[in-house]
Nanobody, 115 residues
Framework: QVHLVESGGGLVQAGGSLRLSCATS????????MDWYRRAPGKQRELVAH???????NYADSVKGRFTISKDDAKNMVYLQMSSLKSEDTAVYYC?????????WGQGTQVTVSS
């Protein structure tokens, strides 16, 4: 089992920045990759950023150059640094990991970007 708790969401003006955090606990050693997803109102869930345990990263085209996924193994944390935020980035953001073939999800954190 892996437990995930996100934090860091909030209200920010367009052009601003936020850093989302995801605290992982449980069988952290079994995590193969880490992701940030988001679900905007009326839209399907979207993969925003992907981090393999070997440090390879991938991003959705809509956030490339603005968002950065990273992790701190010593603190069992995964981060999503978001900058140059746009109103279309408004969504609930979810941390998700894959461990031993099982996907785990956090409860989500709301990000609202005002224009």
């Amino acid at each position: 089992q892996v437990h995930l708790v996100e934090s860091g969401g909030g209200l920010v003006q367009a052009g601003g920045s936020l850093r989302l955090s995801c605290a992982t606990s449980g069988n952290n050693y079994s995590i193969d990759w880490m992701d940030w997803y988001r679900r905007a109102p009326g839209k399907q869930r979207e993969l925003v950023a992907h981090l393999l345990t070997g440090q390879s990263t991938n991003y959705a085209d809509s956030v490339k150059g603005r968002f950065t996924i990273s992790k701190d193994d010593a603190k069992n944390m995964v981060y999503l640094q978001m900058s140059s935020l746009k109103s279309e980035d408004t969504a609930v953001y979810y941390c998700s990991v894959l461990a031993w073939g099982v996907r785990y999800w956090g409860q989500g954190t709301q990000v609202t970007v005002s224009s």
